[in-house]
């Protein structure tokens, strides 16, 4: 089940913002534990699985700040499904450092890519 995170979930929150920051040595604070307006959880048997946080851009675009899903619950279809549970916009912008996984996930929730974001160091 995917659904909205409520304060009680802040350490399950937590807990996948660290494996996604081990996991992304050198990506931006994209996986400091910042709280976008928007995180989606993936829920089962009371576990959170996996979650995706967003913020909406404007002109039709979502920002996605993070993907991350548990590694003993990967392969089962969750990043799709979270990345499916983003309502609206046609458009979601992903940092330019994704990981081929991250690209491949997107790709087979129907996005291509339309162009490079570019950030001033």
Request: aromatic share 4%; with cysteine.
């Amino acid at each position: 089940m995917i659904r909205e995170a409520t304060e009680r979930d802040e350490a399950a929150i937590d807990e996948l913002f660290a494996i996604g920051a081990k996991e992304f040595v050198g990506a931006p604070s994209i996986f400091e534990p910042i709280r976008c307006p928007k995180v989606m959880l993936e829920v089962e048997a009371g576990e959170v699985r996996g979650m995706i946080t967003v913020a909406d851009l404007g002109c039709g675009t979502v920002g996605v700040g993070s993907l991350v899903v548990r590694p003993e619950h990967r392969g089962k279809g969750i990043g799709r499904a979270l990345i499916q549970s983003v309502e609206g916009p046609a458009n979601v912008l992903l940092w330019d450092g994704a990981s081929p996984t991250q690209r491949m996930i997107y790709a087979a929730a129907g996005f291509k890519p339309i162009g490079t974001l570019m950030e001033r160091k």
